[in-house]
């Protein structure tokens, strides 16, 4: 079992920048992978970041050089900095663990909600 609590979400301009962050219920060593979706009305949910046990990461296109996922083991908390966000950047992001030792499977938090005004 995972728990995952996401935080930092709000209402920025263009241009501006927001760090959300997600807390997990146990350490972040024993988590595959962690990343960080996003889903807006009437879209499909789509990845945005992801960091991997070993520090690996991707990215979507879209927020390549603008978006940095990292993680603070001691805190148990992975972090998205968000920068040159653009109203297309507004979304409810959720927070996501991939987890292949036991129990296994995916978990995701509640999700926060980021607005970007032109």
């Known amino acids: 079992q995972v728990q995952l609590v996401e935080s930092g979400g709000g209402l920025v301009q263009t241009g501006g920048s927001l760090r959300l962050s997600c807390a997990a219920s146990?350490?972040?060593?024993?988590?595959?992978?962690m990343g960080w979706y996003r889903q807006a009305p009437g879209k499909q949910r789509e990845l945005v970041a992801s960091v991997a046990g070993g520090g690996r990461t991707n990215y979507a296109d879209s927020v390549k050089g603008r978006f940095t996922i990292s993680r603070d083991n001691a805190k148990n908390t992975v972090y998205l900095q968000m920068n040159s966000l653009k109203p297309e950047d507004t979304a409810v992001y959720y927070c996501n663990a991939h987890l292949i030792t036991r129990p296994g499977g995916d978990y995701w938090g509640q999700g926060t909600q980021v607005t970007v005004s032109s």
């Open positions: 146990r350490s972040i060593l024993s988590i595959n992978t």
